[in-house]
């Protein structure tokens, strides 16, 4: 089997504090501009690069599961086997806590010095992906505004002169996205939720309103 090599790099390396029985990831000082925005207790994804399954191993295609041989033989894509044919591995962990760089979490089974190829932050929509009333190709991604920690993404509005006759009740029109967590709002709740909103809005001290307006131009 030969293929077209491409290049991938590390970001960071599994580390392991054996006195301390603390894991945590040291990400490179050239890449430590990427993790702005982590924060402690985030979830995120982990992309380990298996580097001791490198050689012969990489053509392993069928494994036992579990290293137990009394399990049939399966093929690595339907297995969490560390050999396959990229040794890839991913991981989902909690961010503890966060210094100079370093991204401690809970103890995986990485060994220490493991190269870390990717970090992402988890995302409940993609990665514990359900039955959503809002399919992916309806979410206007690019319309999706971030308010602190709550990412609000609208339902495209092509097509809208076709459902005239649902009701605000039935139709979903916004993915709202809370640090991990999503859910989805109809035109009903949307409108409850500006509602309520706008009365928060209006029970905030006078001095806070005038200065909101000052600075934003924001209606009284």
């Known amino acids: ?11 960071g390396y599994i580390r392991k504090d054996g006195e301390l029985q603390e894991t945590f990831i040291e990400i490179l000082p050239e890449f430590r501009e990427a993790g ?3 924060r402690e207790g985030d979830w995120i994804k982990l992309i380990l690069w298996f580097h001791e399954s490198e050689g012969p191993r990489r053509r392993i295609l069928k494994v036992h599961p579990y290293g ?16 396959r044919p ?38 409940e929509r993609y990665d514990c992906p359900k039955e959503v009333p809002i ?8 319309e999706g505004r971030m308010i602190g920690e709550v990412n609000v993404i609208p339902r495209k509005s092509e097509h809208l002169d076709e ?15 809370i640090g991990p967590k999503t859910t989805t709002l109809t035109a009903k709740e949307l409108a409850d939720l500006i509602d309520a909103l706008k ?13 909101l307006r000052r600075r934003g131009g924001r209606s009284p």
């Open 1 to 11: 089997m030969d293929f077209e090599p491409f290049k991938v790099v590390p970001v």
């Open 36 to 38: 702005d925005g982590l």
């Open 68 to 83: 137990n041989p009394k399990n049939p033989l399966t093929g690595v894509f339907a297995t969490r086997s560390p050999y």
């Open 86 to 123: 990229n040794p890839i591995a991913l991981y989902t962990v909690r961010i503890h806590r966060i210094s100079d760089g370093k991204l401690y979490i809970g103890w995986i089974d990485a060994k220490d010095g493991t190269p870390v190829v990717d970090i992402k932050i988890f995302v």
């Open 135 to 142: 399919e992916e190709r309806e979410a206007h991604i690019r």
């Open 163 to 177: 459902l005239e006759e649902v009701s605000p009740e039935e139709y979903d029109a916004v993915i709202l996205e």
């Open 199 to 211: 009365e928060v809005y209006e029970n905030l001290p006078v001095e806070v309103k005038d200065r």
